[in-house]
């Protein structure tokens, strides 16, 4: 009964495409997990062997905060260093694996759904439009850069100077574009706070397998591990 119905069910063209977008998508994801994890493995090895070697010049300096942890402390994360970085390994390919085949498959599924009912391009569109609010904000800060180089800013004391000094020369027009660039800059502001959110969030993300790099900011890396 589960042959026949499996067999009915493959001529099915959208369990069909389903399923070939699921195996095409986790495929993907699965080299997309084994680079990844070959990556951080050839990295950690290689800040390891650097590490050990400061260790050994008795440099303890690129360890941050290292002081605030008692000498039992530092002995005990030693003894369980070895078994860390194996199943932080493990754990970071299932992850990698897992993330980036649902990241796949959904988006393959939207964009399969618009291209069935023919709205294929109507997804283009709505691509272009969100597009272009980052590119109108990158384009009014290169405005802006352009006003401070030639409008702006003093001219160079010296022509051997590589850059002008800093300091406004024509505060006029300073006070009238920081006014229209208060509402300017929300344009890039608001992509350019989800861009830091989604590269913050991959970074630390595909970073979970190393125990030479704390995914946390240098203030919190105590709370690491």
Not at 6 to 21: D, Q, R, V
Not at 155 to 168: A, G, I, Y
Not at 194 to 221: E, H, P, T
Request: net charge positive.
């Amino acid at each position: 009964m589960d042959n026949r119905m499996f067999n009915i069910l493959s001529k099915c063209p959208i369990y069909s495409e389903g399923y070939n977008i699921i195996i095409a998508s986790l495929s993907l994801s699965l080299i997309v997990a084994v680079f990844q994890s070959l990556f951080n493995i050839t990295m950690f090895a290689r800040n390891y062997r650097y590490h050990m070697l400061k260790f050994y010049q008795g440099d303890k300096d690129f360890v941050s905060d290292w002081k605030i942890y008692s000498s039992s402390s530092n002995l005990t994360s030693s003894v369980n260093f070895v078994g860390y970085a194996i199943i932080y390994t493990v754990w970071c390919f299932v992850l990698s694996f897992l993330a980036v085949g649902i990241i796949l498959i959904v988006a393959r599924v939207i964009i399969y759904m618009f291209y069935k009912f023919n709205k294929i391009g109507i997804l283009i569109r709505w691509f272009f439009v969100v597009l272009s609010f980052p590119l109108l904000g990158q384009l009014f800060r290169l405005l802006m850069f352009l006003l401070s180089k030639k409008c702006l800013l003093q001219r160079k004391l010296q022509e051997t100077d590589k850059e002008h000094p800093l300091n406004v020369d024509n505060r006029k027009l300073f006070e009238v574009l920081s006014y229209f660039y208060l509402y300017l800059s929300l344009t890039g502001g608001i992509f350019s706070c989800l861009r830091r959110f989604i590269l913050s969030a991959a970074f630390g993300f595909f970073s979970l397998g190393r125990l030479d790099k704390s995914i946390y900011s240098r203030d919190v890396q105590k709370f690491d591990g």
